[in-house]
């Protein structure tokens, strides 16, 4: 039974750019929690996703964004990059309240 | 807003001694904590969970304890291994009383030293 699987694996985009990252969830899993983990520090959480709507959202600016799919897959996209965009992107899967997280993608924005 | 915090970023054990990892929260509602080991280049892995209706819980060398009153959180590792080797965040949210995001805390790196 696959996790859940996450790629890109490693990502180099320009400042300005947009990228999109998408994310497999564990099977049996409807919800899709998206964070962002910056280097030595703890996840932060963007959004959530369940129906194919937001649920909830954290601290992000709109140039965040995502989107659920009818089969739980979700994507997340980033407009307008920065440098400071650079961090470690984490999906997570769950059912009720235990979370399952991919290994993440790597984002280097230069 | 409110955060779960760690309070000693490193720790540095000697192979098969024990090893203790806290953790303070400030959410009085948060009715569910998770502990996570995270290796390099990988997700949070989970290790054990508790309910705030529960003050200790036991899985397999690992023990985790809850102390409402102090709102303190903690990771017992017995017999700690080279393996153990990696950073563990701990985490709260309030599944049973209204769903919260996932909140982690900084994280403490562990180091064991053979």
């Known amino acids: 039974d696959a996790g859940v699987t996450q790629s890109p694996t490693h990502l180099i985009k320009t400042r300005g750019q947009q990228v999109t990252l998408r994310c497999s969830p564990k099977?049996?899993?409807?919800?899709v929690s998206w964070y962002q983990q910056a280097l030595g520090q703890g996840p932060q959480f963007i959004f959530q996703?369940?129906?194919?709507?937001?649920?909830q959202r954290g601290n992000f600016p709109d140039r965040f964004s995502g989107h659920q799919f009818p089969n739980y897959s979700s994507e997340l996209n980033v407009n307008a990059l920065l440098l400071g965009d650079s961090a470690l992107y984490l999906c997570?899967?769950?059912?009720?309240?235990?979370?399952?997280f991919g290994s993440g993608t790597r984002l280097t924005v230069v | 807003g409110e955060s779960v915090g760690l309070h000693l970023p490193t720790l540095s054990v000697q192979e098969g001694d024990n090893s203790i990892i806290n953790c303070a929260y400030s959410?009085?509602?948060?009715?569910?904590f998770i502990w996570y080991k995270q290796e390099s280049g990988k997700g949070p892995q989970f290790i054990i969970d508790?309910?705030?209706?529960?003050d200790k819980r036991q899985g397999q060398r690992v023990t985790v304890l809850l102390n409402k009153t102090v709102k303190h959180l903690s990771l017992q590792i017995a017999a700690t291994q080279p393996g153990d080797s990696a950073v563990y965040f701990c985490?709260?949210?309030?599944?049973?009383?209204?769903?919260?995001?996932?909140?982690f805390g900084k994280g403490t790196r562990l180091s064991v030293i053979a």
């Open positions: 997570a899967s769950s059912l009720n309240y235990g979370y399952t």
């Open positions: 099977s049996g899993h409807d919800t």
């Open positions: 996703y369940y129906e194919e709507e937001e649920r």
């Open positions: 959410n009085s509602a948060s009715d569910y």
């Open positions: 508790i309910r705030s209706n529960m």
């Open positions: 985490a709260e949210n309030t599944p049973y009383s209204g769903n919260t995001p996932l909140v």
